[in-house]
């Protein structure tokens, strides 16, 4: 006989999880690697310090810790999943994927499992992706992970893109509901004309790997901030403004939004123009820097902790990268807070001893 839902199902997070690695970089270790300064660091970016993944880790390394947090969360188990989905620009191998390796180290012997390649927006269009197969009925448990080392991609020598980045995971577990709660609207946009403001130009079957593209420094990422700033704000803006319309609701019905952390000032400038006030929106960017399609649900995750969401609540989530992507979706929230609320740590307070003099961040074993 043919199964099919009865209705489209409504989809929402049940569990929530989060990983970054305990190795600090701070805006003092790149004054002596580049030629900037702790000074302008924070007042362009807001960023502190990042975190940097250990050489002996993999993205999928960083994702196992996230993932099995949030199933924690959930009460379920890595048994209990239909489909993981990995959003990801620094997947540990082309082939297989992440999403692949990442299935066999948890353990979820019945799930199917594939990335996002959408960069900062991959754990947007991850939810609209969980929202669509949970919705429909072709899988009732989803794992999202968002999950990057983008210290393995980028130019510890060029000042314009090193400070930025960093390492982590966050993740969520998803789980059918009725339509009137858990993720309500969906907005995700694309432009590819966009696509070089921010690429690693080689790698891919346009430019593989040769000593050249090795010599030039072609493998790791090349931005051109400035333009990505103007459209990153105005993208922001209007998908959050259409996942709200289609939802039905307006800013004044948000609780709280977690935007992803490119940019401090970013952040400012769209919550400025979307006119809403500055305590209901979650930065965290000081202490981890733009960790990208990880900064969402790393963000999610110590919000659920801290008991900042309870259910009925309206959380809107929205971003911008590389692509270009941007999206926002809106959220009615249904996952209980904690009993007792978790505290997230300030800048440096896990931090590991640092070396006297800067070291290199990759493939030296330090
Ligand atoms: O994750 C999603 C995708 N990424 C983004 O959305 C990032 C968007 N862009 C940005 O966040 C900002 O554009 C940056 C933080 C990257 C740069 O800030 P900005 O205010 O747009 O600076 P700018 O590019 O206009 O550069 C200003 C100056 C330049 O010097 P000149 O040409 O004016 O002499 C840069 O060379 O600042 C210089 N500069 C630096 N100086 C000290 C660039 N990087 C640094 C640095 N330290 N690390």
Redesign the pocket.
Known sequence: MIRRPDAIRGATIVGTGMYVPDRVLTNADFERM????DE??RE??GIVERRIARPDQASSDLALIAAQHALESAGLTAADLDQIIVATTTPDRILPSCACTLQAKIGAVNAAAYDVFAA?TGFIYGLGLARGVIGTGIADTVLLVGVEMLSRIVDYTD??TC??FGDGAGAAVLRPCGPEDGILAVSIHSDGVLGDL?EVPAGGSLRPASAETVRDRDHFIK?R??E??KV?VRGMEDSLRQALDRAGLSVGDLDLVIP?Q??QR?IDATRERLGVPADKVILNIARFG?T?SASIPISLDEVQRQGRLKPGDHVGFVA???GATWGATVTRWTMPAPRRSQPVAAPGAEAEPQAAAPSPVRGTGS
């Open positions: 580049v030629e900037t300064s302008w660091i362009r970016t900062c000042r314009n400070v930025l921010l931005m901030g400035r990505l700033f990153a992803h490119a940019n970013i733009n990208s911008f990268g590389g």
